[in-house]
């Protein structure tokens, strides 16, 4: 299996642009999970699906962040509009629904200028 | 909600010297799990640990889940261990809640 895999690995844009950062979990796994991380604030989960619903989005900032989950093997978080603060690492994991055991993805790291 | 404390927030060895990480946690947990971020930001996976003893190499973590706690040795450091790194734990058996970290640099 490829792990997990997120795109795109690196992005900068500019303060009040759309920002769409994309995950695929490893197949069969039934949980997906977004996290940030910052220096002032570690790594936070933003919000969790299991079987592509979402099940806890109380880490999600603010309404500017929206994240789907549409089918099994595909993930979007979106920022709109993005603000310099939003400047993080965001990370996707998934797990399986029998074991607890998380996996990461590389991550994504966002710059908004 | 529940608090994931990691000491010490950094470290600094010489290669070959041994070390222990700690991770105290201030809830029961169903999942706890020892990572290592490396100067490349990659999030690895070292242990799946809620309770007991595993060795992986050089490396050995314990949980005692009934004391809330959770160590991670490293023996015979090598520069390549530098990074930090974090226990996560999960109080409900979903959601993986993130120490502070340890930031380890080891020195040739």
């Known amino acids: 299996d490829a792990g997990v895999i997120q795109s795109p690995r690196h992005e900068v844009t500019e303060m009040g642009q759309e920002v769409t950062l994309r995950c695929k979990p490893i197949?069969?796994?039934?949980?997906l999970f977004w996290y940030r991380q910052t220096m002032m604030r570690g790594l936070e989960l933003l919000i969790y699906?299991?079987?592509?619903?979402?099940?806890?989005d109380s880490g999600m900032p603010e309404d500017r962040f929206s994240a789907k989950m549409p089918n099994a093997s595909f993930s979007t978080l979106k920022i709109q509009p993005s603000e310099p603060r939003d400047s993080a690492v965001y990370f996707c994991?998934?797990?399986?629904?029998?074991?607890?055991?998380?996996?990461f993805g590389q991550g994504t790291r966002l710059t908004v200028v | 909600g529940i608090q994931v404390e990691q000491s010490p927030p950094d470290l600094i060895l010489q290669e070959g010297a041994n070390s222990t990480l700690r991770c105290n946690f201030s809830?029961?947990?169903?999942?706890l799990q020892w990572f290592h971020q490396n100067p490349w930001g990659q999030l690895i996976n070292l242990f799946y640990?809620?309770?007991g003893t595993k060795q992986n190499g050089r490396l050995s973590a314990t949980t005692v889940a009934t004391e809330r706690y959770s160590l991670l040795y490293i023996s015979s450091s090598q520069t390549t261990d530098s990074g930090v790194y974090f226990c996560?734990?999960?109080?409900?058996?979903?959601?993986?809640?993130f120490g502070t970290g340890t930031r380890l640099q080891v020195f040739p």
């Open positions: 994991a998934s797990r399986g629904n029998r074991g607890w055991e998380a996996f």
């Open positions: 197949s069969g796994h039934d949980y």
């Open positions: 699906f299991n079987n592509n619903v979402p099940i806890d």
């Open positions: 809830d029961s947990v169903n999942n």
């Open positions: 640990i809620p309770s």
């Open positions: 996560a734990v999960a109080p409900y058996g979903d959601k993986l809640i």
